[in-house]
């Protein structure tokens, strides 16, 4: 799990990877790092990995983006 603070723009970032999806409450994890912030001007991003083939995705949408699919 990474936490990065930034607040200064109004929000606090939470990266996990499919295990740590596993183990962690998102609800909580957002109550517990709240509890130490203003609430009303700060919000938790979470950013969640995946569990399709990278390789495969990245190219679909490089195709996609770039009108060849």
Do not use: P
Not at 30 to 50: E, I, Q
Request: aromatic share 8%.
């Amino acid at each position: 799990m990474e936490i990065y603070d930034k607040r200064d723009k109004g929000y606090i970032e939470v990266w996990l990877t499919n295990a740590e999806q596993q183990l962690y409450d998102r609800k909580e994890l957002t109550r517990c790092l709240l509890k130490k912030v203003d609430a009303k001007n700060c919000k938790v991003v979470y950013f969640l990995s995946g569990s399709d083939d990278l390789l495969s995705c990245t190219e679909s949408l490089l195709k996609h983006n770039l009108g060849c699919a």
